[in-house]
């Protein structure tokens, strides 16, 4: 039975090795131990019988908005339906903090859209966003999808 549960320091190895491994594919952006470590709270981990499958973040922007960040699965575990197990957790808790919408920049919209996402223009998104995009390697010519949804609070 697959577990969906907190992150742990001991996590951060197994969650940078599979973000890089799919950054260095071109699928996702690449996260330092260092981002991993100071935003380990964000972190839902999905494990099966203590293996390590996969991992998702949600981080808050403000009152009203939350970034799902580096949501990725080892190549086993895809299409099992985790990753949306994941990002439904991720939108319950978004629900649970009082957080009206959580949004994604992706570089794989079909699958957010499986998950109810719609697409909206980069532009649509808070200025709150941007600010953490000046430290991305591809600002300001970002080529991720923005996505949407609302949580329903």
């Given at each position: 039975?697959?577990?969906?549960?907190?992150?742990?320091?001991?996590?951060?190895?197994?969650?940078?090795?599979?973000?890089?491994?799919?950054?260095?594919?071109?699928?996702?952006?690449?996260?330092?131990?260092?981002?991993?470590?100071?935003?380990?709270?964000?972190?839902?981990?999905?494990?099966?019988?203590?293996?390590?499958?996969?991992?998702?973040?949600?981080?808050?922007?403000?009152?009203?908005?939350?970034?799902?960040?580096?949501?990725?699965?080892?190549?086993?575990?895809?299409?099992?339906?985790?990753?949306?197990?994941?990002?439904?957790?991720?939108i319950e808790?978004?629900?649970h903090l009082g957080i009206?919408?959580?949004?994604?920049?992706?570089?794989?919209?079909?699958?957010?859209?499986?998950?109810?996402?719609?697409?909206?223009?980069?532009?649509?998104?808070?200025?709150?966003?941007?600010?953490?995009?000046?430290?991305?390697?591809?600002?300001?010519?970002?080529?991720?999808?923005?996505?949407?949804?609302?949580?329903?609070?």
């Amino acid at each position: 039975m697959v577990e969906l549960r907190k992150a742990k320091v001991t996590d951060v190895e197994n969650i940078h090795a599979l973000i890089n491994y799919y950054a260095q594919r071109g699928l996702m952006l690449a996260r330092s131990r260092s981002m991993l470590y100071q935003f380990l709270r964000e972190f839902i981990v999905a494990e099966e019988d203590g293996v390590f499958l996969g991992a998702g973040g949600l981080h808050i922007i403000w009152e009203d908005l939350a970034e799902i960040r580096a949501l990725s699965l080892v190549e086993q575990a895809v299409g099992k339906g985790i990753g949306r197990r994941l990002v439904g957790k991720l939108i319950e808790e978004a629900k649970h903090l009082g957080i009206p919408q959580v949004f994604v920049l992706t570089y794989q919209p079909g699958f957010f859209i499986k998950c109810g996402f719609h697409e909206i223009p980069k532009e649509r998104l808070s200025t709150k966003v941007w600010k953490e995009c000046i430290d991305c390697p591809k600002f300001p010519n970002c080529d991720e999808t923005a996505l949407i949804i609302e949580t329903g609070v």
